[in-house]
């Protein structure tokens, strides 16, 4: 399934779609040129209000990671190298957020925090095989 | 085509004196997915019958499509796909029967497809409904309630007793008519988890009053749960629904701009405040228990 709908969440069902189809672009588990469901396909498959499909898939346009073409659906565009790294910042730093400011709740002190993060990345870049 | 498929002015209707609904109004635009929530006996069924005009209101008034509920019934029902709650149907006749002999009541009705969408789910067409399980006749029902392509479905809580299997076949077959034909929806329901993912609007009564009408996504960007520690003696907080002390701790449920609220809290003393998230049976929960608080 191309996305993964939780309803309890306070995230817009519309924008949890929009963040899902971005993540799998940067993840390269969509490429471009990929075609995506039709917003019929979509919002059966996965027991949405098709009006919330196609605000996702308007949202998507609008962001530049997919393009329609006429008559033959929605695409993911090509050609948006700069578009995705802000994306992937954007995306990124959202998902830290809250992480993060449970570390803190849990009473870390700042330098408490970054020796943590050098040990998980550490062991994250060490298993890739000595990445940046 | 209007712009409001559904107008509730001020319906009322009484039993023995006693109202089931009581001065609701409500209006549902053309093109939206409703969900119409209450608990059971809140008057959703109630509300349905007045709508379509299989009964009539004490006073005040109900348009749909245009239509009056009060004059028009008849003609109203023609454009609209009507799952009861509890279907009942003559015993004698198959379920193929029913589909045909339904049929001869709409000029517009779509037989290929009607017979399609009963192949698709599977209902066994040569049983009469004695023969049927619960699940095959909420299908039927289903069935029988597309086959005019109407402009305006509503269903009666078409998901109650329903196993997860047949649930899950029944909103597909309704997201798939909502995206081919635009229909409008309203559908009742007390399982309020489940329609969360389709409904793009909520309307929330409590004994026959509306408690709460509003886009889905508002809804819930504007009510949150906060655990935070409160002194004992607490001034009055804007938007409380409700408050319960979990040991040390008190859960509130709040409605208001969250940075607000946690600076309304702040104010009133509160320390270590949590923000949660909270789902749509949170919510009706809270407005619930909050209407029954004001009329203590």
């Known amino acids: 399934m191309i996305v993964n709908i939780d309803s309890k969440s306070n995230v817009p069902i519309f924008q949890q779609v929009v963040d899902q189809i971005t993540r799998a672009v940067l993840a390269h588990r969509l490429a471009p040129g990929d075609r995506l469901p039709s917003i019929r396909e979509l919002s059966v498959a996965a027991r949405l209000n098709p009006n919330t499909v196609a605000r996702a898939y308007q949202e998507l346009e609008r962001n530049g990671i997919t393009e329609t073409r006429r008559g033959q659906g929605c695409f993911i565009a090509s050609g948006q190298a700069g578009l995705l790294a802000t994306e992937r910042w954007k995306l990124a730093r959202a998902a830290l957020q809250q992480p993060l400011d449970a570390a803190r709740d849990l009473g870390l002190t700042r330098s408490e925090l970054e020796q943590l993060l050098t040990e998980a990345l550490d062991l994250i870049y060490a298993k890739q095989g000595g990445g940046k | ?296």
């Open chain 2, 1 to 296: 085509m209007n712009s409001l498929a559904i107008i509730a002015n001020n319906l009322t209707r009484r039993y023995a004196g006693l109202p089931a609904v009581d001065g609701l109004s409500f209006e549902i635009p053309t093109g939206s997915v409703t969900a119409y929530l209450g608990r059971n006996g809140a008057g959703k069924t109630t509300t349905i019958k007045l709508l379509l005009g299989l009964e009539q209101p004490s006073s005040g008034e109900a348009r749909v499509l245009g239509y009056s509920s009060i004059a028009q019934g008849a003609e109203l029902r023609r454009h609209v796909g009507y799952v009861p709650e509890a279907p009942v149907y003559p015993p004698w006749m198959t379920a193929a029967q029913l589909i045909s002999y339904v049929s001869g009541f709409y000029p517009d009705w779509d037989t290929g497809a009607a017979d399609e969408l009963a192949r698709k789910l599977e209902i066994p067409l040569n049983r009469k409904p004695g023969q049927l399980s619960r699940g095959d006749v909420a299908k039927l029902a289903l069935v029988l309630a597309l086959g005019h392509n109407p402009e305006l479905l509503i269903l009666d809580d078409p998901i109650a007793g329903l196993d997860p299997l047949v649930r899950r076949e029944f909103f597909e077959t309704m997201v798939q008519a909502m995206a081919e034909r635009g229909q409008t929806v309203f559908f009742s329901s007390h399982l309020v988890s489940e329609v969360e993912r389709i409904a793009d609007r909520v309307v929330i009564i409590e004994r026959g009053r509306l408690l709460e009408q509003a886009e889905l996504s508002e809804l819930k960007k504007s009510v949150h749960q906060y655990c935070c520690r409160l002194p004992s003696e607490t001034p009055m907080i804007q938007g409380l629904l409700t408050r319960r002390a979990s040991g040390p701790v008190d859960e509130l449920v709040i409605r208001g701009e969250p940075e607000q609220v946690i600076a309304a809290l702040s104010r009133a003393g509160a320390n270590d405040i949590q923000r949660a998230d909270i789902d749509l049976e949170g919510v009706f929960v809270a407005l619930v228990r909050a209407d029954k608080e004001v009329r203590r």
